[in-house]
């Protein structure tokens, strides 16, 4: 699928995330078009995590614009809730409910958030199960699963939603390296399909064969941007260089 330019879905203007003194977001500006493949790059503790919270609002900003679907994300008019349900996010841990089979996973969300009728959310989770590929799972509990299979409940389960927009947060950094290309599988799908998508991932071969574009952030800033060509194999920063050079 081609990337629509014409629509920005995340609009992101000198946005600025301080925790108390500790400036972590210093200065980053970009747009995020619809259909777009977006993989963030960086040194542990740079920022990655804190910007993908502040596209959601799990975190507040601290200045800036941060814009989601024409959502300014901090005015406080809006409804947040009803803004979120645009944008799915993926957890490195998961954050399952282990006290809830996959189907109940599933459905809560859409029962409870949506008011979708328990049939009919049964309905689309079974068939959000089929698109990740465990459709037999849906009775089963977290504990049962592999970190894979449980990883790609966590995004069915954030499908289920409907989004337009789905954050992953090392999807998967958390898992054994022979359940990595499974989830991987399952994000590639969707990327195909035109899901606007950032990523936060230490998978290098992903980023390059799946992301429109590359963002290395460093001290909370936007060092290097470019396709993964670009960024990954002819960075033009030394903090760039250094970081590619480990990582490769
Ligand atoms: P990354 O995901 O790139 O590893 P993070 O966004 O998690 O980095 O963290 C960036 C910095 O912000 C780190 O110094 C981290 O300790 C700090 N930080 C993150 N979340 C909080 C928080 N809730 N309170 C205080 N400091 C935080
Ligand atoms: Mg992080």
Redesign the pocket.
């Known amino acids: 699928m081609a990337v629509n330019y014409n629509n920005v879905k995340i609009h992101v203007s000198h946005l600025q995330k301080n925790?108390?003194k500790?400036e972590?977001l210093k200065d980053i500006t970009t747009d995020i078009y619809e259909g777009e493949v977006v993989v963030i790059l960086?040194?542990?503790?740079?920022?990655?995590?804190?910007?993908l919270?502040c596209i959601n609002r799990l975190?507040d900003i601290t200045a800036g614009d941060m814009v989601v679907d024409g959502n300014h994300m901090d005015d406080k008019k809006i409804n947040i809730n009803k803004a979120r349900e645009n944008v799915g996010m993926v957890f490195q841990h998961f954050n399952l409910f282990n006290n809830l089979n996959v189907i109940d996973n599933l459905t809560l969300a859409p029962i409870q958030v949506k008011k979708m009728k328990k049939d009919e959310a049964k309905q689309l989770a079974m068939k959000m199960l089929g698109k990740v590929g465990l459709e037999d799972k849906a009775q089963a509990y977290p504990s049962m699963l592999s970190g894979g299979q449980k990883q790609r409940v966590a995004i069915a389960r954030a499908l289920c939603m409907n989004p337009d927009i789905m954050l992953f947060?090392?999807p998967t950094s958390a898992l054994d390296p022979e359940m990595v290309g499974e989830v991987l599988n399952v994000m590639r799908e969707l990327a195909e399909e035109g899901m606007t998508m950032v990523i936060?991932t230490h998978e290098i071969g992903f980023a390059r064969e799946v992301a429109n574009r590359v963002l290395f952030?460093y001290d909370g800033k936007i060092l290097e941007e470019g396709t993964p060509q670009e960024v990954i194999y002819d960075p033009q920063t030394e903090r760039a260089k250094d970081f590619f050079n480990k990582v490769l």
């Open positions: 925790f108390g500790l972590v960086g040194p542990s503790g740079c920022g990655k995590s804190t910007f919270r975190e947060d090392e936060v952030i």
